[in-house]
């Protein structure tokens, strides 16, 4: 079962930006990926996606639209998040997950069985 390892988050204040990073532990080139996050008490959501291809299909919560981009390089079996324009909302811990069905890692990611650490996410001023 490959294993994830997301980093890059902090403390920034609204309007910053930060980049997070997952590094998977095995070859994810066959693999849909996706983005979520959960805020203090609340559970958690799914952020963005992006296909099997460097370069694939995205998809993104309409809360993150425009301020978001997903992305990936298989040659580095890691996927991205570069976030602009945060808000005090988007505080939370973030976690990456990927699965080879693209309908699993948008529709039925909630069965995943195993998750990273997560990397803490804080915007405040």
């Known amino acids: 079962q490959v294993q994830f390892v997301e980093s890059g988050g902090g403390l920034v204040q609204p309007g910053g930006s930060l980049r997070l990073s997952c590094v998977a532990s095995?070859?994810?080139?066959?693999?849909?990926a996706g983005w979520y996050r959960q805020a203090p008490g609340k559970q958690r959501e799914l952020v963005a996606t992006?296909?099997?291809?460097?370069?694939?299909?995205?998809w993104y919560a309409d809360s993150v639209k425009g301020r978001f981009t997903i992305s990936r390089d298989n040659t580095k079996n890691s996927v991205y998040l570069q976030m602009n324009g945060l808000k005090p909302e988007d505080t939370a811990v973030y976690y990456c997950?990927?699965?080879?069905?693209?309908?699993?890692?948008?529709?039925?990611?909630?069965?995943?069985?195993?998750w990273g650490q997560g990397t803490q996410v804080t915007v405040s001023s």
């Open positions: 095995g070859n994810i080139f066959t693999y849909a």
């Open positions: 997950n990927a699965d080879p069905t693209l309908h699993i890692v948008m529709q039925e990611w909630e069965s995943f069985s195993s």
């Open positions: 992006i296909s099997r291809r460097s370069g694939g299909s995205t």
